[in-house]
């Protein structure tokens, strides 16, 4: 039975040892990763068909450019929209935050995707891009891979109330697994107990 008391240190350890556990690409398989996945959201009372949609109508000060970006066809044409609008004044302040609720909102209600978010645990996601974004993700090997980060700290909130519920031992299996294939790597060493 594995030990439900697993340290916020030991987790990050972990995680830094187990590179090969990555997602660098929100295509494909992962592509339910993306901002650009089309799944209906409610955000703020208001109906989008991505994040993508949601996130860039946030920026907006006047409501007929949320409409036109909420009756975009797909994600590409309501962030072209997005770049066009009149941002909030207080815009670069609240973006995290927005994109933090926003994602979390997806995740929370749409079921399917939010359990196949958990089922990355505990691999690091990184939103790897070839278009120079270096804020929200990672180009050429630099950035703050923020977008990755947030989907990391979504995905940490659903398995943590998985784990409380009592369902969550197959997570902490997973790093269980993980951190003795560390130790025996000697890429760090046990805390052993004299008590």
């Given at each position: 039975?594995?030990?439900s008391e697993v340290s916020d240190e030991l987790v990050e350890e972990v995680c830094k040892y187990a590179k090969y556990e990555q997602i660098t690409s929100f295509r494909g398989?992962?592509?339910?990763?993306?901002?650009?996945?089309?799944?209906?959201?409610?955000?703020?009372?208001?109906?989008?068909?991505?994040?993508?949609?949601?996130?860039?109508?946030?920026?907006?000060?006047?409501?007929?450019?949320?409409?036109?970006?909420?009756?975009?066809?797909?994600?590409?044409?309501?962030?072209?929209?997005?770049?066009?609008?009149?941002?909030?004044?207080?815009?670069?302040?609240?973006?995290?935050?927005?994109?933090?609720?926003?994602?979390?909102?997806?995740?929370?209600?749409?079921?399917?995707?939010?359990?196949?978010?958990?089922?990355?645990?505990?691999?690091?996601?990184?939103?790897?891009?070839?278009?120079?974004?270096?804020?929200?993700?990672?180009?050429?090997?630099?950035?703050?891979?923020?977008?990755?980060?947030?989907?990391?700290?979504?995905?940490?909130?659903?398995?943590?109330?998985?784990?409380?519920?009592?369902?969550?031992?197959?997570?902490?299996?997973?790093?269980?697994?993980?951190?003795?294939?560390?130790?025996?790597?000697?890429?760090?060493?046990?805390?052993?107990?004299?008590?």
């Amino acid at each position: 039975m594995p030990n439900s008391e697993v340290s916020d240190e030991l987790v990050e350890e972990v995680c830094k040892y187990a590179k090969y556990e990555q997602i660098t690409s929100f295509r494909g398989d992962h592509f339910f990763l993306s901002n650009f996945y089309p799944c209906k959201i409610i955000f703020n009372g208001k109906d989008y068909k991505t994040a993508e949609h949601a996130f860039q109508a946030q920026k907006c000060v006047l409501e007929e450019d949320i409409v036109k970006i909420q009756e975009a066809n797909n994600p590409q044409m309501a962030k072209r929209i997005g770049k066009g609008v009149k941002l909030r004044e207080d815009w670069e302040d609240v973006k995290v935050d927005l994109m933090s609720k926003i994602v979390e909102a997806k995740f929370e209600q749409n079921e399917e995707l939010r359990n196949k978010l958990i089922e990355t645990y505990p691999a690091i996601l990184i939103e790897e891009n070839d278009w120079n974004d270096r804020f929200w993700g990672v180009c050429e090997g630099k950035g703050k891979n923020t977008l990755g980060e947030i989907l990391m700290d979504v995905r940490d909130k659903f398995v943590n109330k998985l784990i409380d519920e009592g369902a969550g031992d197959k997570y902490i299996d997973r790093l269980d697994k993980i951190a003795r294939q560390a130790i025996l790597d000697g890429f760090f060493k046990p805390v052993i107990s004299n008590f």
